[in-house]
T-cell receptor, first 110, second 113 residues
Framework: QKEVEQDPGPLSVPEGAIVSLNCTYSNSAFQYFMWYRQYSRKGPELLMYTYSSGNKEDGRFTAQVDKSSKYISLFIRDSQPSDSATYLC??????????FGKGTKLSVIP | DVKVTQSSRYLVKRTGEKVFLECVQDMDHENMFWYRQDPGLGLRLIYFSYDVKMKEKGDIPEGYSVSREKKERFSLILESASTNQTSMYLCASSFPDYNVGAFFGQGTRLTVV
């Protein structure tokens, strides 16, 4: 079983919608959680990171971690066409390796 | 601004060639990583390095080697390129601190013919 599972989508929403992107993980040692955004033919860009459980907000983006259910979420409010990208969740237990989900492809339709 | 630079955006190489992919970071990061990304398979770790001259195998090291002679530079070497190594290659770097994610380069799209 892969340690981080993510629905690949694709997910298509109208502009202005609230988007919910989700991952589940299996390794209880994961403590650090990240969301990356990847535009087509580009490298992933770090969007947000959180530690342990709780919420973190940055503008239109909110990252949420529920360690009891091993669930990671990214919410995007007032979604824009420029948010169209693949979103990758990642988790980290130690100093080195990140474990990535396979990514969810999001399209925001004007 | 954070900067991880990969030497090429696109490369086309022939089967059997030795291929070098170069990555340079300007953030004084200790950790550097090489991933490959394929549709349906996501990001897979090939090798990583946590210090100069140190390297650790990732999930799929077969057919690859790496070199880190300076802190800012991490090279991926395909000893004898094969068509199944056609992929997007991504370099990343990070501090060892737990609360910081890795920063990626723009990627190298390698095609082996």
């Amino acid at each position: 079983q892969k340690e981080v599972e993510q629905d690949p989508g694709p997910l298509s929403v109208p502009e202005g919608a609230i988007v919910s992107l989700n991952c589940t993980y299996s390794n209880s040692a994961f403590q650090y959680f990240m969301w990356y955004r990847q535009y087509s033919r580009k490298g992933p860009e770090l969007l947000m990171y959180t530690y342990s459980s709780g919420n973190k907000e940055d503008g239109r983006f909110t990252a949420q971690v529920d360690k009891s259910s091993k669930y990671i979420s990214l919410f995007i409010r007032d979604s824009q066409p420029s948010d169209s990208a693949t979103y990758l969740c990642a988790s980290r237990a130690g100093s080195y390796q990140l474990t990535f989900g396979k990514g969810t492809k999001l399209s925001v339709i004007p | 601004d954070v900067k991880v630079t990969q030497s090429s955006r696109y490369l086309v190489k022939r089967t059997g060639e030795k291929v070098f992919l170069e990555c340079v970071q300007d953030m004084d990061h200790e950790n550097m990583f090489w991933y490959r990304q394929d549709p349906g398979l996501g990001l897979r770790l090939i090798y990583f390095s946590y210090d100069v001259k140190m390297k650790e195998k990732g999930d799929i090291p077969e057919g690859y080697s790496v070199s880190r002679e300076k802190k800012e530079r991490f090279s991926l070497i395909l000893e004898s390129a094969s068509t199944n190594q056609t992929s997007m290659y991504l370099c990343a770097s990070s501090f060892p601190d737990y609360n910081v994610g890795a920063f990626f380069g723009q990627g190298t799209r390698l095609t082996v013919v």
